[in-house]
């Protein structure tokens, strides 16, 4: 199998790290929120901008571009360049937010330093602000469902077996393709159930969420990086 590089990008390496740890993130951050914990908006609002960018660069690409195209894969442009685009934005928006209220704190003379009360004030500004965002990001996590069950239906995700390690395994396509789609489909859960737990603060459902996103997170940020090994591997195979 010879590929031509020159005429494609593949950069789902960096997209699936960011995804994983942007879900991470979103988690901690959460946590410590409930806990009443100090909180610097302005690091928050730092670490959700890095992988927000990112996302938004590189998932905005392959969206417009369809790179993966070029090689033979143009439905990987749907599946990995519009997600990963719909999730840089909202942690951009997110990022943005976390800095104004930043902002805010210190020209109201408040110290960086959250008491329980700031954060439980912080914590239900939070959830006014983000509930409406959060419709599309249910919206976004019913398209992650149709893609987990695209991915099934139509055994999708397998490495082609010049494709060191996941290559191993490229003669049962539904094991990668049932380990990819569900990882997009706890992450979809998790993004469905967003609405209800800002409007309710349902200790359950954000305990679902919780499972999800720590899940899905974890296994996206080593699969990313073991893409790093695996994909400089399938270019020198095919080149």
Known sequence: MHID??????????????????LLMLVRFGGLLRSGQRISLE????????????LTLTGGHMTLTWPLSKIGFPFDDIIFGEPSLAFGVMLLAGAIFLWRSSLMSLESGVAAKESKEQSASLMTHLAEAVHPLSYFAAAMGLALISIGIAGMYYQLFAAPPEEPISGRFADYPM?????????????????ILLPFSLAKGNPAVLAIIKFCWTI????????????YFTHI???????
Not at 5 to 22: L, R
Not at 178 to 189: E, K, P, V
Not at 233 to 239: A, D, E, P, V
């Open 5 to 22: 590089w020159s005429v494609t990008q593949v950069y789902n390496t960096i997209m699936s790290v960011a995804t994983g740890v942007g």
């Open 43 to 54: 690091g928050w609002a730092l670490g959700f901008a890095v992988p927000g960018f990112i």
């Open 175 to 191: 094991l990668e393709a049932t380990f990819i789609s569900m990882l997009y489909a706890l992450t979809g859960l998790g993004a």
């Open 216 to 227: 899905t997170g974890i296994l996206f940020t080593l699969f990313g990086a073991l893409n």
């Open 233 to 239: 591997g399938l270019i020198l195979n095919t080149m």
